[in-house]
């Protein structure tokens, strides 16, 4: 089992910066590639980023690249999400997401592909 909790969501202006955070506990946490997901209202969840156990790989939706940037901490069981020059267009619930089961592949940027989830954390940008 594992067990995942977000922070650092919030209310920020346009072009401001955030950086969301991911606890994990249970299993062991260098083990499983992790990802961030985000969710506005009326929309399907999309993806945003993933990393893998290591932090050696990563992907990221296009229009994040350049201005997110995901990390972990394997000493500290916690995976980041730098989130820079926000746009309003960012504004969704921000979910982490851990991977115990699959091996790193672009697969991981769907969501079926991942097996333990947190609660979300909301981002708000204000134009």
């Known amino acids: 089992q594992v067990q995942l909790v977000e922070s650092g969501g919030g209310l920020v202006q346009a072009g401001g910066s955030l950086r969301l955070s991911c606890a994990a506990s249970g299993r062991t946490f260098s083990s499983y590639a992790m990802g961030w997901f985000r969710q506005a209202p009326g929309k399907a969840r999309e993806f945003v980023s993933a990393?893998?156990?290591?932090?050696?790989?990563?992907y990221y939706r296009d229009s994040v690249k350049g201005r997110f940037t995901i990390s972990r901490d394997n000493a500290k069981n916690t995976v980041y999400l730098q989130m820079n020059n926000l746009k309003p267009e960012d504004t969704a619930v921000y979910y982490c997401a851990g991977d115990t089961v699959s091996s790193w592949s672009p697969r991981l940027r769907m969501a079926s592909e991942y097996d333990y989830w947190g609660q979300g954390t909301q981002v708000t940008v204000s134009s």
């Open positions: 990393i893998n156990w290591s932090g050696g790989s990563t």
